[in-house]
């Protein structure tokens, strides 16, 4: 596992380290130079990889632009394949045939495709290395913005429980432990028992919701809209003023003078009157309830209860321990301190996984996307690779680009939204494969329903048609909050 200094760790994407900027500047014309001159220094650029970004700098396009165009990547095979030559040179040297087992984690073959083999390699590729750290220097920064979070909004709670739990995270805020449980396993230990505390509480006070916000308030303003018969809307007033009675919400004063208003006046009240109140009872529910963001937070507090996930370098070690471009590194530092003979060549094949690797980091960043390799041994792939991205509109694209030995480039579209409807486009290099594709549709079909998922569409087109409204959609669409977590 590689062990790189806080202090360093986020220089390790300079351009003299990362591959696949050296690579693609090497070719830079002089006007390129300029822009990325200009636009902002390298290193600002580079450091800001995987963090949200809802724009494109001229130089961000100037450094895409030389990616895509750059004759280094245009045909850098089957990552799989380059990882199993690596892994047979390391075989034959003695001195380093003991690496080969952490490395061969990594070689899964296809057929043991499935959601947690997916996730696994997808999040242990290397494309994430510098966001888990990125992930545990900032443990206790978002687990301090949580606490702030809940304080605040237990404040505007009027109940006992509320400000007894409002105190509670206020003393734990002030407390040294949270500061301390970055680099002390004893205090991160006794902020996660506090945790759970502060955890259970909240979801007792999360069941006794105020009866303004119960669902017994919610079906009988729902019903109030419905009802145009006078005695209905006096029975449903009737039944809202008794259960807003022992309410303590800022709101249910003025709710209950009205209800008292309306009784008094029901024969002489209009249809618009009660039309008001329901709009006002109807505010009232939804601007004051707090449930749902009081859920939310304890879901993010379930996040911060383990220990060893809270002290930074512990966190790091076992993070980085299944982490392939820490071990490509690791290994790369042993291989230039060796005297082994092979150390050339395998030096050669340990940069040319790391600069496939820098390649589809680079490419995340500048496209607001995520890009990563095919990450399974596939005997039919010559070359492949896999980018995700999540739109402003809550849409989620997935692009599947394959290279096979035997049917040519494959190149897959997908768009998911409204949860579960889905589209799927695909574009052929051969006659052949579009055939087969055609005749298995229906299994396609039925195979995503099975999975929850609605098939909208499912498109087959030749290569040359690239131009169409999904690939249209899903490129130029404006920026991306870069949500992607690997959740499968």
């Keep these: 596992m ?3 200094p806080s202090d360093t760790r986020f220089s390790i994407i300079l351009p003299n380290t990362n591959k696949a900027l050296s690579a693609a500047i090497k070719n830079a014309t002089p006007e390129q130079l300029e822009t990325l001159k200009e636009g902002k220094d390298i290193k600002s650029l580079l450091t800001s990889v995987f963090h949200d970004k809802t724009t494109a700098s001229k130089s961000d396009q100037t450094l895409l632009d030389l990616l895509k165009n750059s004759s280094a990547f245009k045909n850098m095979g089957s990552f799989s394949d380059s990882l199993q030559s690596l892994l047979k040179e390391l075989k034959s040297s003695p001195d380093m045939a003991p690496k080969t087992a952490i490395l061969e984690n990594f070689l899964k073959n296809i057929t043991t495709l499935d959601p947690q083999n997916l996730k696994s390699q997808i999040s242990s590729s290397g494309v994430f290395m510098e966001s888990k750290f990125a992930a545990a220097l900032n443990k206790i920064p978002d687990l ?6 809940l304080k605040s909004l237990l404040s505007k709670i009027p109940t ?21 449980a970055s680099h002390n396993l004893q205090s991160a230990l006794q902020l996660t028992e506090g945790l759970k505390k502060i955890a259970e509480t909240l979801q007792s006070l999360i069941t006794k919701t105020d009866p303004l916000y119960s669902k017994e308030v919610a079906a009988l303003a729902l019903k109030l809209d419905q009802h145009s018969i006078a005695s209905e809307i006096k029975t449903t007033l009737s039944q809202l003023y008794g259960a807003l009675l022992s309410s303590s919400a800022p709101d249910t004063n003025p709710l209950l003078d009205s209800i008292e208003k309306l009784l008094k006046n029901l024969n002489s009240s209009s249809d618009e009157e009660v039309k008001t109140f329901t709009r006002q009872l109807e505010n009232a529910i939804n601007e004051g309830d ?7 937070i304890k879901s993010k507090l379930s996040e911060f209860t383990n220990p060893k996930e809270l002290v930074t370098e512990i966190f790091l070690k076992e993070s980085m321990s299944d982490d392939l471009k820490s071990n490509l590194l690791a290994l790369h530092e042993e291989l230039t301190q060796s005297n082994d003979p092979g150390v050339p060549k395998l030096l050669e094949q340990t940069d040319k996984l790391l600069t496939q690797i820098d390649y589809h980091q680079m490419l995340s ?9 095919f990450p399974f041994v596939w005997d039919q792939l010559q070359e492949g690779s896999l980018t995700f991205k999540k739109t402003n ?25 409204d949860e579960n409807q889905l589209e799927i486009q695909a574009h052929t290099d051969k006659s052949t494969l579009k055939t087969l594709i055609h005749d298995n549709i229906a299994e396609l079909r039925s195979l995503l329903i099975k999975a929850g998922l609605t098939p909208r569409s499912i498109r087959v087109f030749d290569k040359s048609e690239t131009q169409t409204t999904l690939n249209e959609t899903y490129t130029n669409s404006d920026g991306s909050d870069m949500g992607f977590e690997v959740k499968v």
């Design 2 to 4: 590689i062990n790189i």
């Design 160 to 180: 006992n429980d509320a400000k007894a739990l409002q105190n509670t995270v206020s003393t734990l805020l002030a407390s040294p432990k949270l500061p301390s």
């Design 144 to 149: 301090t913005q949580n606490l702030e979070a």
């Design 290 to 296: 707090t449930t749902k963001e009081l859920t939310t």
């Design 365 to 373: 960043h500048l496209s607001s996307s995520n890009s990563i390799y």
């Design 393 to 417: 509109q809550q849409k989620f694209y997935c692009e599947i680009n394959l290279k096979l030995k035997e049917y040519g480039e494959l190149n897959l579209m997908m768009a998911l939204y």
